[in-house]
């Protein structure tokens, strides 16, 4: 193979791949008929499917168990690029519980989880669930977390397979299956296009750009669940006094988005006790908030408290 060939399969191969980064997500509900062929079609798939149990009668309290390791490797063991350790499966299990913990269930602290999952020495659902007096579980294990830097090309992929079951006796009531992926790079023409090229590819596997591949991961997920907000009294309990602007955050981490909604990118994670300004809440639940860099952005008024 001539170098000639060489250089149009490479620029077909990056064309393909980062017309695949620029396609939407697709969501292939599992209570409708497809056949393998069909499924496997699918770019960039959100698959779930819903019991009619989970429609009919929700639960009233989900707690989220700790997440499990299927992807081949072992915790802290460093692929070439993205290192899975205990921390970062415990920050994807966090980004789970950032995005259940607007809505009308009942939740239940992550620590108050662990805490009593090392009590228990009867580990089955129905006793961990008694314990946490939690009739819901939502139990999970990560498929998938892994990058690709070639140069002028990367790719991060996360995955997760997600079930929620009910305590008393761990009968499904959905379950989801989803790998978030973000591509980066660019076709050298010049040479000022490679620089860019690579930039780019650095640029797609920064810490920042995992974080928002994750938040993407479970926001497409648990969006199949077509979850109503929170209810007006729930909304409305930090913003009574609505002239009071000093605010701090009470979550442990908090993400700070472009929009008033989920469904908006995470443009940054605020910590624990961070002090905001509250500038507009007309978006409620969502507030418009500045943090102390200048930065602006919306979160969930239910992580946030007056200083006062």
Known sequence: MNFQQKRIIFTALVLLLLAGCASSPTFVNGNESFT?????????????????QFINSPPQCIAILPFGNKTGDTPNNSTERLTLTD?????????????????????????????????????????????????????????EYDADFLGLYSQISIGV???????????????????????????????????????????????EQVVRVEDDLFRRLLSTWQLDQISPQQSNTVLADINVEAFHVTAQK??????????????DVLNH?????????QHSPWVQVKVADGQLGYVHNKYIKSNY
């Not at 089955?124 to 139990?139: F, N, P």
């Open 87 to 143: 921390e970062k499966i415990e920050q994807l299990r966090w980004i789970l519980y950032s995005h259940l913990a607007p809505h009308s269930y009942q939740d239940v602290e992550l620590k108050k989880v662990d805490h009593v999952l090392s009590k228990l020495n009867n580990k089955h659902y129905a006793a961990i669930g008694k314990k946490l007096h939690c009739d819901a579980l939502l139990i999970g294990e990560i498929t």
């Open 273 to 281: 006790n961070e002090q905001l300004t509250l500038i507009d809440s």
């Open 254 to 267: 908090l993400f700070l988005r472009k929009g008033p909604g989920r469904h908006f990118n995470a443009q």
């Open 36 to 52: 393998e062929a069909e499924k496997n079609a699918h770019f960039n798939a959100v698959y779930f499917k819903t019991e009619k």
């Open 161 to 207: 397979n997600l079930k929620l079951i009910t305590a008393k006796d761990g009968s499904v009531l959905w379950q989801g299956h989803h790998i978030a992926k973000s591509h980066g790079g660019s076709i050298p023409i010049t040479p000022i296009d490679i620089a860019v090229g690579v930039y780019s590819a650095t640029e797609n596997i920064s810490d």
